[in-house]
């Protein structure tokens, strides 16, 4: 993981976020594709067809809404690219803990 990704996760994880780390990367990568098309967080979330604030909650570290995979299949038709372009390039297997059978 990058310095500056580390920064940012950690920042949210400070704010007793109540988003995982992948969670994280994928609102990250969402992030930057609504900065490069010069888009607001209000402007996605009409073109969504949500609530005026739904991008601005799912950004803040504050509020435990996050993207759902209905949400990505929009946001990929907007951005005009794959579903899979806003997955992280790697796992997070601390995210899963409570999902993995792990010896003891």
């Known amino acids: 993981m990058k310095e500056n990704e580390k920064k940012y996760f950690l920042y949210f994880f400070k704010n007793k976020a109540m988003k995982t780390q992948v969670e994280l990367a994928i609102i990250k990568k969402v992030r930057e594709y609504r900065l ?3 888009m607001s967080q209000a402007q996605l979330s009409m073109e969504m ?4 604030t ?8 504050k ?18 690219c794959k579903m899979k372009d806003f ?13 993995l059978k792990r010896d003891k």
């Open 36 to 38: 490069a098309a010069g």
């Open 87 to 99: 997955m992280p390039d790697e796992n997070f297997p601390d995210d899963n803990s409570k999902y």
């Open 63 to 80: 509020c435990k809404d996050k993207y759902n995979f209905n949400h990505l299949n929009a946001l990929a038709i907007i951005f005009n």
């Open 54 to 61: 739904f991008v601005g909650n799912v950004e803040s570290a």
């Open 49 to 52: 067809n949500l609530d005026i």
